[in-house]
C-alpha cells in the first residue's frame, strides 16, 4: 500500500478544499438550465426586452384604437344631423369650409399659441 497522509480539517491542501464547495458545478443539468436561461432572457427573437417593447406598443396601439372609434362615433352622429337639418349643413360648412355668402365678409380670427417655443 502507498502511503497517503491523512489530512484533517484545515490542513488538506488548497486544491482539494476547493473541489468539495464547487462540486455544484460539476452539474450537467445545472450548465443546461443556466444557458438555456441566458438564452432565452437575452438572445433569443422573444427575449424580456422584446416582450417588454411589444407590450408597451401593444398599450399605445389599444389606446389609439380607443380614440378612434370615439371618432368615428362622433362622426357619424354628425353625418346623421347633417342629413337630417339643412341648417346644420349650412353651419358645418360655414366652420369647416369657411363657406360665405355672397353678400358677406368673412374675418377669421385666430388666437396665438402659447406652446410654440
Not at 480539517?9 to 443556466?34: D, I
Not at 362615433?73 to 358645418?92: D, P, V, W
Request: glycine letters at 6%; zero cysteines.
Amino acid at each position: 500500500m502507498e502511503n497517503i497522509p491523512e489530512y484533517k480539517g484545515a490542513q488538506k491542501p488548497l486544491l482539494w478544499r476547493g473541489l468539495g464547495r464547487l462540486s455544484w458545478l460539476k452539474n450537467k443539468y445545472l450548465f443546461a438550465g443556466a444557458f438555456f436561461l441566458v438564452w432565452m432572457l437575452f438572445f433569443d427573437p422573444k427575449d424580456i426586452s422584446s416582450e417588454i417593447r411589444r407590450w408597451k406598443k401593444f398599450g399605445e396601439l389599444e389606446s389609439s384604437e380607443q380614440h378612434l372609434i370615439k371618432k368615428i362615433k362622433n362622426t357619424r352622429s354628425e353625418l346623421g344631423e347633417l342629413k337630417n337639418n339643412a341648417q346644420t349643413i349650412e353651419k358645418y360648412a360655414r366652420e369647416k369650409y369657411l363657406m360665405k355668402k355672397d353678400n358677406e365678409d368673412l374675418f377669421i380670427v385666430s388666437t396665438p399659441n402659447m406652446n410654440k417655443p
